[in-house]
Nanobody, 125 residues
């Protein structure tokens, strides 16, 4: 098991940037593939970005491709989501998730068995 704590959310104007962090504890960081998901008001949770435990491969939802960057620092047991050119439709609670996976990433929420508590991101127009 791994414990996850997100931070970095807040209020930002459209076109601005935010960087979310997800600190992992309880196990070896590089053993775990990580993902970011979000849930907007009245909508289902959706995939945002994912990264393999090794950090060598990443994947993005089409809606954020070219604007968001997922990265990890295994020495710090932390995964980041850099969000640029933010839009009002990016407003949501953002969750990080983890599961064992050194060589590949995972895009489906059901494949993850460890979740953080979420951090709110609000983008004003």
């Amino acid at each position: 098991q791994v414990q996850l704590v997100e931070s970095g959310g807040g209020l930002v104007q459209a076109g601005g940037s935010l960087t979310l962090s997800c600190a992992a504890s309880g196990s070896t960081s590089s053993s775990y593939a990580m993902g970011w998901f979000r849930r907007a008001p009245g909508k289902e949770r959706e995939f945002v970005a994912a990264i393999a435990g090794s950090g060598s491969s990443t994947s993005y939802a089409d809606s954020v491709k070219g604007r968001f960057i997922i990265a990890r620092d295994n020495a710090k047991n932390t995964v980041y989501l850099q969000m640029n050119s933010l839009k009002p439709e990016d407003t949501a609670v953002y969750y990080c998730a983890a599961r064992r996976g050194y060589y590949r990433y995972y895009r489906d929420s059901y494949e993850y068995d460890n979740w953080g508590q979420g951090t709110q991101v609000t983008v004003s127009s």
